[in-house]
């Protein structure tokens, strides 16, 4: 990828677009492409396609996709499976038509089974039933990154899929429903804090595990895949560490400090156990995290507050 080739970045406005769009920027890349889904809705395969005709771009970061916390997913059900299926399908096709010279398509880590073994190696896709409260929008990743395989064994293109596991940082989405949960954690400590309630109530037992990665550590994951990664293989991107649902909340807690107590309402979904990524093949191809967990959501909370401030400000 040299630094004059165009690069279009779907969904550079969301916290891994914008994420990638910095590490770009800060690497010298000069011609970055973007669209907002209001200049160009990408479940629009006319639309897309006379975008690719007219920008033929070299180099795609497909991150632009329908995204939420387990509420959201299992709410939306119909909309996590379309919206995801149609903007995938509209712009691996279009990348195919145009011969961009290579696709990042991300995923997630919710593509393997609910009760694969731990931590979840690449090669467990499709071996088990999925968790229920994300099916939908699951199916819908497989998809892509069926279609990435297959648009590669019949065509030669080079297009890429890698398997994000829970994200954070900066750009985040802070909806109180719809938002995943370490958001959602930094909005409700923070707003008891200011309110002066004696307690934050926590979705579920607190006894799920979970992985996080910062979303500018993702982007220089994505970046760094994208200079040195041809392969047909999945490749994971996290950093090989969980913690429970509770010893997250006791985290954000302390870096919000907000000195009242934990409530769990169970009537709320717990959703897959444990869904610690295997990054044995991130790493033997020569990357890893550098962003701690504590550390990131200081930095997190940081960007929360000054959104937030300018919202107040509004
Ligand atoms: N957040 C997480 O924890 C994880 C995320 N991922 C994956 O990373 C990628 C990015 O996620 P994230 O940054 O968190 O998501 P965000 O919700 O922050 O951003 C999603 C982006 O997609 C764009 N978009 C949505 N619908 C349309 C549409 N119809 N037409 C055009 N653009 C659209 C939005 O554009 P606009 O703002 O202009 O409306 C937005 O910029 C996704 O593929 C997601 O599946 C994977 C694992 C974990
Ligand atoms: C990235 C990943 O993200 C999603 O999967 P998830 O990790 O299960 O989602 P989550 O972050 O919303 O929840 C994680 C855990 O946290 C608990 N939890 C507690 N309190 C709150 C809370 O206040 N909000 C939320 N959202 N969760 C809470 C919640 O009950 C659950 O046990 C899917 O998009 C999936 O498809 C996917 O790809």
Same mark, same amino acid.
């Given at each position: ?27 010298? %890349?000069?011609?970055?492409?973007? #669209? ?40 939306? #059900? ?72 297959? %648009? ?22 802070? &909806? ?52 040195? %990664? ?50 044995? #093949?991130? &790493?033997?191809?020569?990357?890893? &995290? ?10 997190? %909370? ?13």
């Amino acid at each position: 990828m040299k630094l004059t080739d165009k690069i279009y970045i779907a969904g550079h406005r969301g916290m891994v677009g914008g994420a990638i769009k910095r590490r770009l920027e800060t690497l010298g %890349y000069q011609h970055i492409i973007t #669209r907002s889904s209001a200049e160009l809705d990408l479940r629009n395969q006319a639309s897309v396609n006379a975008f690719f005709a007219a920008e033929k771009p070299d180099y795609v970061f497909l991150a632009a996709a329908k995204v939420g916390g387990i509420h959201a997913n299992n709410t939306y #059900r119909a909309e996590f499976l379309y919206d995801n299926l149609i903007m995938e399908a509209n712009i691996i096709h279009a990348a195919w038509q145009q011969q961009v010279t290579k696709l990042m398509f991300l995923g997630s880590s919710c593509i393997y089974p609910k009760l694969a073994p731990q931590p979840l190696q690449e090669s467990s896709l499709l071996t088990g039933p999925l968790e229920q409260t994300n099916e939908p929008y699951a199916i819908a990743k497989i998809a892509g990154i069926k279609l990435c395989e297959a %648009y590669r064994d019949q065509y030669g293109c080079n297009f890429i899929s890698v398997m994000p596991t829970n994200l954070y940082g900066i750009g985040d989405n802070y &909806h109180p429903e719809n938002s995943h949960v370490l958001p959602a954690l930094i909005r409700k400590f923070h707003e008891a804090k200011e309110a002066g309630k004696p307690a934050v109530t926590i979705w579920g037992t607190g006894t799920p595990k979970r992985e996080f990665l910062y979303a500018d550590d993702l982007a220089d994951a994505c970046v760094y895949l994208m200079l040195h %990664y041809d392969g047909k293989e999945l490749v994971n991107i996290g950093t090989g560490e969980d913690l429970t649902i509770r010893e997250l909340a006791e985290t954000v807690k302390e870096v919000v400090c907000y000195e009242g107590n934990l409530e769990f309402d169970t009537s709320m979904p717990d959703g897959t156990p444990r869904k610690l990524m295997d990054v044995s #093949r991130l &790493h033997s191809l020569g990357w890893k &995290h550098s962003t701690g967990l504590k550390e990131g959501i200081v930095m997190a %909370y940081a960007d929360y507050l000054k959104k937030s401030r300018l919202t107040l400000n509004a």
